[in-house]
């Protein structure tokens, strides 16, 4: 009997927030499940398989060269190049956005590039970390946020351990590690109209002048946040460069074309056996209109797609089974119509 293609389907990955999760991001390069021959005969186990290798591959989201990814990274890299040689007020970058814009696939993709660049430059600094990415946690004081840099790491948190230690400890070893990227996601966590808000960004700022390297900060719609109030906010303004991570536009021609090549790409990833190619860059215009242009509930319906097309049996993506996936809250709310409509369907099946 024929044997079913080897599968190595890896556990889940660490989160991004410690540095074994992040090296193995940067490390993570998924290669589709290799395609069984026409007329290969599989039993049941080697079918179960073979199907599971496929699902596995369709949860993980397709990274999309998009405009926001190309603008963070061009100037997140110039950023890094022009802050060489600055011993204070080094220059960053803030990605700002509505959820679901891409915001952390942006600077998360700058991160990658950054450190597969260096390993490649300097293949003996064995042991360094050019880059580290912490989040911002709800109602940060100082304190928790210095713990955030020092759980990256892997330092260990004495219960006595004052503000003071732990920001020494993790400053000292970024200096020995030679990190020249620091990515910190969910910045709108930081609100300035409270003290611990305020003294959390007074520590970031901190953070930013002991530690030699490139800030770059990303949240949900800074611009309007507290984030840029008052003579702290004036501060991070003068040193931050705001990049817009926005919905993809449907207005004009440009903006259907660049739709198109967006759902072109996700749709060329697909691993589905009867699924026929052009499908789903046919339907552009309604993927625009069930997601209001939003990359991250894009991915989300077409995986969940293909993975119901994978666990049917029916091998491709159709409408009536993009029409049955339940979306995030936020764009259920900006589709009435829909919405609407999807009730009247189901009275009608009652």
């Not at 840099?149 to 732990?166: D, K, N, Y």
């Not at 993975?307 to 764009?331: P, Q, S, W």
Request: hydrophobic share 35%; net charge positive.
């Amino acid at each position: 009997m024929s044997q079913a293609p080897p599968q190595d389907i890896a556990n889940p990955q660490a989160s991004l927030t410690t540095k074994e999760g992040w090296r193995a991001f940067v490390d993570e390069n998924p290669e589709p499940p290799p395609s069984v021959p026409s007329g290969t005969v599989l039993d049941k186990d080697e079918l179960e398989s073979y199907k599971e290798a496929r699902i596995d591959y369709h949860t993980r989201s397709v990274i999309v060269n998009t405009p926001t990814i190309r603008g963070v990274v061009t100037t997140g890299r110039k950023r890094i190049v022009l802050n060489r040689h600055q011993v204070s007020a080094r220059r960053g970058l803030i990605v700002s956005g509505s959820a679901g814009t891409g915001k952390t696939t942006a600077i998360t993709q700058l991160g990658k590039n950054v450190e597969q660049i260096t390993r490649r430059r300097n293949p003996a600094a064995v042991g360094g970390l050019p880059v580290i990415f912490v989040t911002v946690p709800p109602a940060a004081t100082p304190k928790m946020l210095a713990g955030e840099f020092a759980r990256f790491l892997g330092i260990p948190l004495e219960h006595r351990m004052s503000q003071v230690q732990i920001t020494n400890a993790v400053c000292d070893l970024l200096g020995k590690l030679g990190t020249t990227l620091v990515l910190v996601d969910e910045i709108h966590n930081l609100d300035l109209t409270t003290r611990n808000g305020a003294e959390a960004s007074d520590q970031l700022k901190y953070l930013s002048e002991r530690i030699a390297a490139t800030f770059v900060l990303a949240g949900l719609d800074v611009e309007t946040s507290s984030l840029f109030q008052g003579t702290r906010g004036q501060q991070i303004a003068g040193r931050y460069t705001v990049i817009p991570s926005r919905p993809f536009g449907h207005k004009n021609r440009a903006d259907k074309e660049h739709w198109q090549a967006l759902v072109a790409t996700m749709e060329e990833s697909l691993r589905l056996h009867t699924h026929r190619p052009g499908t789903l860059v046919a339907m552009a215009d309604y993927l625009h209109e069930r997601t209001g242009g939003l990359i991250g509930s894009l991915s989300q319906l077409i995986r969940e797609a293909a993975v119901d097309a994978i666990d049917t049996g029916t091998e491709k993506i159709t409408k009536r089974m993009l029409d049955a996936i339940e979306l995030d809250h936020a764009v259920q709310q900006s589709q009435p119509d829909h919405r609407s409509s999807k009730r009247a369907r189901r009275s009608r099946a009652a």
